[in-house]
């Protein structure tokens, strides 16, 4: 083959299901020509050095190569990657399967695809079909928080519009995402071994404490806010709750915390009130 010859299509195509992950057709696709998936990918575009990349970081050139490979459309190929979502968003964005959608697995066939929407942990609800997502083992575990379900799928749609279409109110929901999974110091201090299970979020939904105790649930750190699903809609409603009460709610939340991390509660609030979209009328402050 001539050097910078335009790139071959493949003989076979396999069409991609809708909202498919890239790394998943490219995946399909290795295994129809029975090589590694890696090898698929580099064999398309040599530069990139994982599947992951290829779904974070697609550039517009190499959208138009792989196009070219598959013939497609470069849009649609895009559209199956993270390329466009928020950089802020990105750490919800997880490296395996969260979640599926029993409503649409079930009308799909052998090999299963994943789905964009699996990866994402700002979901509760399938955008398909609008049902409730439930654990990739297929495990229904009722949430301890269905008194906060409509808070929560609010919360889920301000994650959603920041992440997939750049839309924020006054702040950005993720932003409040991380500060809701600070470590927090209750009143009267608990024991030294109880302190891990503390967090933000706890002040303002306040069954959180008892069923992390409970379950021993070592929620995530604001580094990676992805929640398991029966937990997910405690953070989701919190978020919900922050961005309505507006941003007296943050400067009360820090009188929650003590030492370092109450320095870097209240400079990221500040922050963040700095640059607000638009001036909010003072609320009065509800939980639900």
């Known amino acids: ?25 490219i995946a399909r696709h290795a295994a129809f020509y029975a090589v590694p998936p890696l090898v698929m990918l580099r064999h398309c575009l040599p530069e990139v050095r994982s599947l992951r990349a290829a779904d974070l970081h697609l550039s517009v050139d190499q959208a138009i190569r792989l196009a070219g490979m598959f013939a497609t459309e470069p849009a649609g190929v ?26 649409c697995s079930a009308r799909r ?9 699996q990866l994402v942990g700002w979901r509760l609800t399938c955008p398909a079909c609008r049902g409730l997502f439930r654990d990739t083992d297929g495990r229904e575990l009722p949430s301890p928080f269905r008194q906060y379900r409509a808070a929560a799928i609010r919360g889920e749609r301000l994650l959603d519009d920041e992440a997939e279409h750049g839309i924020v109110t006054w702040t950005s929901p993720t932003e409040i995402a991380r500060l809701l999974l600070m470590r927090r110091i209750p009143r009267p201090i608990p024991r ?46 919190g978020i919900a709750i922050v961005e309505r009460a507006g941003p007296e709610m943050l400067r009360m939340l820090r009188h929650h915390m003590v030492g370092d991390n109450r320095f870097r509660f209240t400079d990221t609030t500040e922050r963040m009130i700095a640059q607000a979209h638009w001036p909010r009328p003072s609320v009065q402050l509800q939980l639900i």
Do not use: K, Y
Request: aromatic share 4%; glycine share 2%.
């Open 1 to 25: 083959m001539m050097e910078n010859a335009p790139p071959r299509q493949l003989p076979v195509r396999l069409p991609p299901v809708a909202n498919e992950l890239l790394s998943s057709w």
């Open 192 to 237: 030294e071994s109880d302190l891990w299970r503390f967090r933000v979020l706890g002040a303002i939904i306040p069954d959180l404490d008892g069923i992390v105790a409970a379950e021993q649930e070592n929620l995530p750190t604001p580094a990676s806010p992805i929640l398991r699903l029966h937990m997910r809609p405690a953070l989701l409603a």
């Open 78 to 103: 895009r559209r199956m990657t993270f390329t466009n979502v928020a950089q802020s968003s990105r750490r919800l964005i997880a490296v395996r399967p969260q979640q599926s959608c029993p409503n």
């Open 109 to 117: 066939t052998e090999p299963e695809p994943t789905l964009r929407s």
